[in-house]
């Protein structure tokens, strides 16, 4: 057994255990947040949107102090090097999630939706609810690792089944947006952007399972 899961088996409720689920459920609530954004986008709520991306940039800024407490955590511990940097990677792929939740926002606070086909609009529903349900397999993920590792490993083949969708999905959207006559190259740009972003966060998604994947063979 590594030593890295002699540490969490000794000290499960120890500061940085706890750190590093509040920053994967914050991370979570921050994929929630940015569904709800698009939903209000395209309903054109702009309040609604407006305060749902200010909830994900607060809520980025709060799981980047979260992954620099984890950090400092780790290096306090009696790990070895090469656990240490496992952990350590862990967390950083965690935070890209959210770092691309973000760039999603940006985007999308620059969409004018009025200008953006009904078709479209259908497939970034389509392709954000792929995403959140990634992220949610993602959180079981790494919530089990520790403790129930067949369980992990099973929904870490969900993450990349889901991925998968989302890359399908993204593919769909490629030729949806050469085919429809969108009214400004600017709207195109900016729509293949976020999709660009959305697909980002699965691909993040999948790169913290590959993480999972390298900690349970060295266990």
């Known amino acids: 057994m590594s030593e890295l899961i002699k540490w969490f088996e000794k000290r499960r409720e120890t500061q940085a255990l706890s750190t590093i689920q509040r920053h994967l459920a914050l991370t979570m609530g921050i994929v929630e947040d940015l569904e709800k954004a698009i939903a209000a986008a395209i309903k054109r709520d702009e309040k609604e949107m407006h305060r749902c991306i200010e909830r994900v940039a607060s809520s980025e800024r709060e799981a980047d102090t979260l992954r620099r407490k984890v950090m400092d955590e780790i290096s306090k511990g009696e790990l070895s090097p090469t656990d240490r940097e496992d952990l350590m990677d862990l967390v950083k792929r965690v935070d890209m999630v959210a770092d691309w939740c973000r760039e999603s926002t940006r985007i999308l606070g620059a969409v004018p939706m009025e200008d953006v086909p009904t078709s479209i609009k259908d497939v970034i529903t389509q392709m954000i609810k792929s995403v959140r349900e990634c992220a949610s397999s993602l959180q079981k993920c790494v919530n089990k690792m520790m403790t129930k590792s ?67 063979v060295r266990k």
């Open 150 to 216: 067949e369980e992990a490993l099973q929904a870490a083949d969900a993450v990349e089944r889901e991925e998968e969708k989302v890359d399908d999905i993204h593919e769909r959207a490629r030729i949806l947006i050469g085919k429809e006559n969108l009214p400004k190259a600017g709207v195109a740009v900016l729509i293949s952007q976020l999709f660009e972003a959305i697909e980002m966060i699965a691909d993040s998604c999948e790169d913290v399972c590959d993480q999972v994947r390298i900690i349970m």
